[in-house]
């Protein structure tokens, strides 16, 4: 009887068959994990990152090269060129502000020097003629006013003339009601009954004015500064210079009046 074919030894069997299994049972341990949860970025969370993060494309300047952006016209651009596009545009309005500060300071200095010439000369004129002379030529002339006039209230000692009306103050404030105020000056667009009674040489359809209140120990009287031009004076411009032509003729106009 041949010898039998001897076999491999059963522990190397063991351990194969032992291998195979550890296998499979890693595999399934494996298979049975639960996935990691991913998190998924969120639009406002990526821009609050780079605004926290400004030097971000300094680091990864690559990455602005592949960035495409959307443009108004239909073609794209890179973030860089709109980045300049927007730079640009921003300049460009400092500029525009820039330029309407610089013309509003030019206006003001010249509104500065008017109206400090203005006090001079009504310091230096001597009778209320020659003071309201002074103002009817500053306003018409320099600050380029189509009328002007200065209104007195119940001071019958004055004489009406082409340069002073006098009103009764009762009368003045049922015709022109809110418009009359001793605190502060009023510009508005008027009707025309209101244009013809403060200025009654009056001929135009239309226009505004500004009614700066004349006051010193008591009201006693308006200073009115008319145009042609509806939209001139209006109630959201700035007073600071007409307030203080109004204090300063106050002043120099009490002088001369039963107060």
């Not at 003045?172 to 200025?199: H, I, M, W």
């Amino acid at each position: 009887m041949a010898p039998r074919e001897r076999c491999w030894p059963c522990h190397d069997d063991g351990a194969s068959n032992y291998s195979l299994r550890r296998n499979h049972n890693t595999m399934t341990d494996a298979a049975i994990e639960e996935p990691k949860t991913q998190t998924t970025l969120t639009a406002s969370q990526v821009s609050e990152f780079l605004i926290k993060n400004p030097n971000f494309f300094h680091e990864y300047e690559y990455l602005l090269a592949d960035l495409i952006l959307p443009h108004p016209s239909g073609s794209a651009t890179s973030l860089v060129e709109r980045q300049a596009k927007v730079l640009r545009e921003r300049n460009s309005e400092l500029r525009q502000r820039l330029g309407d500060l610089i013309a509003v300071a030019r206006d003001n200095d010249l509104l500065l020097k008017l109206t400090k010439k203005l006090g001079l000369n009504l310091l230096e004129a001597e009778s209320l003629e020659d003071k309201a002379r002074v103002l009817h030529h500053s306003l018409r002339n320099e600050f380029k006013a189509d009328c002007a006039n200065i209104i007195l209230f119940d001071q019958p000692q004055i004489k009406t003339t082409a340069l002073i009306t006098q009103l009764s103050s009762e009368a003045a404030k049922s015709v022109l009601g809110k418009l009359v105020r001793f605190d502060r000056p009023t510009c508005s667009a008027l009707r025309l009954n209101e244009l013809q009674y403060l200025f009654p040489q009056y001929e135009k359809d239309e226009g505004s004015a500004a009614i700066i209140p004349l006051s010193h120990k008591q009201e006693f009287g308006l200073l009115v500064v008319g145009n042609f031009d509806a939209q001139h004076f209006s109630s959201d411009m700035e007073t600071t210079f007409i307030k203080y032509i109004g204090e300063v003729a106050s002043r120099c106009i009490a002088q001369h009046l039963d107060l």
